[in-house]
């Protein structure tokens, strides 16, 4: 049986993430501030936003690591705050870099010692992970961030069996982004318009995409968009 290591599945992606892996099967682990509901997982609580919360993990993983299979490890973790480059605190574009980056560094150098032929370490990236928009400049600085730590995962582990990729998503339907939205309708009918499939993306279609590149490794190093094509303006 293998074994899930996800973080950020209270709700959203992540949420769904960890309910397919528990329908194919898996031993499933959320790390999040808040439980994930979902029957047959395993909460950790951890603040990862919080620096050095990361590292204390290793206690509550190794006895779930030293008896895995292939293990699947998925850095979903993240948040978006509406900030510019002429504004952006210091205070805050740290603690974004925290969890968006240190976080899944430091759980890389728990886990990577257990992970056997076949494990995966995927990475939940955006459609900000390779261009920018106005208005978001912290979330789109560390996205960018995460690609290089994905691509250097990819080389440094070349050869060991274990394979790397990052999801992006484009706008999906989660409890983030409508707190973004708020009751705008407008904004909505904006976003959605951006989309060639005139939607939003349902959480469920990146945990299939997530699912199908666990099992993989042709992907390895790739950085693949999952954003249903969006019109560019």
Request: aromatic letters at 4%; proline letters at 5%.
């Amino acid at each position: 049986m293998g074994l899930l290591i996800v973080t950020g599945a209270s709700s959203g992606i992540g949420r769904a993430i960890a309910t397919r892996f528990v329908l194919d099967g898996y031993n499933v682990i959320n790390i999040s501030r808040h439980p994930c509901a979902e029957r047959g997982v395993e909460n950790i609580r951890c603040d990862l936003a919080v620096p050095g919360a990361a590292d204390s993990l290793a206690v509550a993983l190794t006895p779930w690591l030293a008896d895995a299979g292939p293990v699947c490890l998925v850095h979903n973790a993240s948040a978006m705050h509406l900030d510019r480059v002429d504004n952006l605190a210091s205070a805050d574009l740290r603690a974004g870099l925290e969890l968006n980056l240190v976080a899944p560094n430091a759980l890389n150098r728990i886990c990577i010692p257990y992970l056997r032929p076949g494990s995966s370490i995927l990475y939940i990236g955006s459609t900000l992970a390779e261009k920018a928009v106005p208005g978001v400049a912290g979330y789109i600085i560390a996205k960018h961030g995460l690609v290089g730590l994905m691509r250097a995962t990819c080389q440094d582990l070349a050869g060991r069996g274990i394979h790397t990729c990052m999801i992006c998503p484009g706008f999906t339907d989660t409890r983030q982004l409508r707190a973004l939205i708020g009751d705008n309708a407008d904004t909505l009918a904006s976003i959605t318009a951006l989309s060639a499939f005139d939607r939003l993306i349902e959480p469920e279609e990146i945990a299939a995409a997530v699912a199908f590149a666990a099992r993989a490794p042709v992907f390895n190093g790739a950085l693949i968009h999952a954003n249903l094509g969006q019109r560019e303006r």
